[in-house]
């Protein structure tokens, strides 16, 4: 029998995945859609990449039918295609802090409070937010926060925090997040917030993460 066999073209068309996923570019621009969706411009201004080399490597994961695009006006706008990228792209993610060396030592020594007095994670959150225990600062921004949020949070970008802090009330802890465990953003609120003397934590996941749990999610209508 000559010709490529039914498993050669199985596994010829789930290599595109991987092909896919074969850069770190495409993973940030995935890591950044799991935010909400956003346009070309909004994306190369957030990844530090030139409009030209955000849109190629956008195709890339068009083409792999992990983003899908939609026209607005003069605007194209980029989505996640499903939830199940999303998961994807976690497990990779995962599989990597269990199995690379060197994630973890990348992580000791970028993040400043990975110790458990000042981490949170959602369980525990979602309870306290419920009971109306703590205040939740989103240091995403405004674009994200709008298209999704923890119930309650308020938005305060990074850039915006230390000049808003007069907006947060005195006595009740502060639980500062960001985009997911690699997000650097909730990090450097956390030690804004501690230098101040705010007794704060950081979620130790995302909004992603939150939403994939199927906890509940505010939006705002645009």
């Not at 994670?121 to 009971?131: A, G, P, S, Y």
């Not at 450097?188 to 995302?206: Q, V």
């Amino acid at each position: 029998m000559t010709g490529p066999t039914f498993k050669d073209r199985i596994f010829g068309e789930l290599a595109v995945l991987g092909q896919a996923l074969a850069s770190p570019h495409r993973l940030e621009l995935l890591d950044l859609l799991a935010q909400g969706a956003r346009t070309v411009e909004d994306l190369a201004r957030e990844a530090r990449m030139s409009l030209a080399n955000t849109s190629a490597h956008l195709q890339v994961l068009r083409r792999a039918r992990l983003v899908e695009a939609e026209k607005q006006g003069l605007y194209v706008r980029y989505r996640i295609a499903s939830p199940g990228v999303f998961e994807l792209y976690r497990a990779l993610r995962d599989l990597g802090a269990v199995r690379l060396a060197e994630i973890d030592r990348l992580v000791e020594s970028y993040f400043t409070n990975r110790d458990a007095l000042h981490i949170v994670d959602k369980e525990e959150l979602l309870r306290q937010v419920e009971q109306g225990a703590v205040t939740v600062v989103d240091v995403r921004p405004y674009e994200e926060f709008r298209q999704g949020h923890i119930p309650h949070a308020r938005s305060i970008p990074l850039a915006e925090l230390e000049r808003r802090l007069a907006e947060l009330p005195s006595g009740t802890e502060v639980v500062a997040y960001c985009r997911g465990p690699y997000c650097l953003l909730s990090d450097e609120a956390l030690t804004l917030l501690l230098k101040h003397g705010y007794r704060a934590r950081r979620l130790s996941e995302g909004l992603p993460e939150w939403r994939e749990a199927g906890y509940p999610v505010g939006t705002i209508a645009s």
